[in-house]
């Protein structure tokens, strides 16, 4: 694969996925500080294009819900999906007990980044912390990823 596609590859992965991206990122031969920068920048442009299209993206899933609804309703169907789910009730409960910095943590590795940027846009966009919160934490387990993977691998590599 030419090297530009791999590069393209793994920032487009770390748009989504940080593991997967630091996963692709050591297959193809990329050094510690290579494969760190291309998932980091990756993450960082995913929450920062998440983040900017939360607005939409939510009003286009509550009418996708709101048509179903609707649909199940008018068909006679009696029971319609619950608002309430457990992961619902875990997102409301991280909003609550830790804020935007909980949001941030979970965010990359946990919640994936477009869940992650677009729950912390919903929740915090008036809080001027939220953006740089979110940033920095991919920064930061984008590091400890690439390491924990470069090492990982390393030791069957050889290298």
């Not at 030419?2 to 990122?25: D, Q, R, T």
């Not at 991280?94 to 590795?109: D, R």
């Not at 966009?125 to 990982?152: E, Y």
């Amino acid at each position: 694969m030419h090297p530009l596609a791999e590069i393209l590859s793994v920032v487009a992965w770390g748009m989504l996925k940080m593991v997967v991206a630091a996963g692709l990122g050591v297959g193809f031969g990329f050094e510690l500080l290579q494969n760190f920068i291309c998932t980091a920048v990756g993450g960082c442009l995913g929450v920062l294009l998440f983040y900017a299209l939360s607005e939409r993206l939510s009003e286009r899933y509550r009418q996708r819900w709101l048509r179903k609804r609707n649909a199940a309703l008018a068909g006679g169907k009696a029971r319609v999906a619950p608002i309430f789910t457990k992961l619902n009730r875990r997102i409301i409960r991280v909003k609550h007990t830790s804020g935007y910095l909980g949001i941030a943590a979970l965010t990359p590795l946990v919640l994936t980044i477009p869940l992650g940027g677009i729950l912390a846009a919903r929740f915090f966009r008036n809080d001027r912390r939220t953006l740089p919160a979110l940033l920095l934490s991919v920064v930061v387990q984008a590091f400890i990823v690439t390491g924990l993977f470069t090492g990982f691998f390393s030791q069957f590599t050889g290298s």
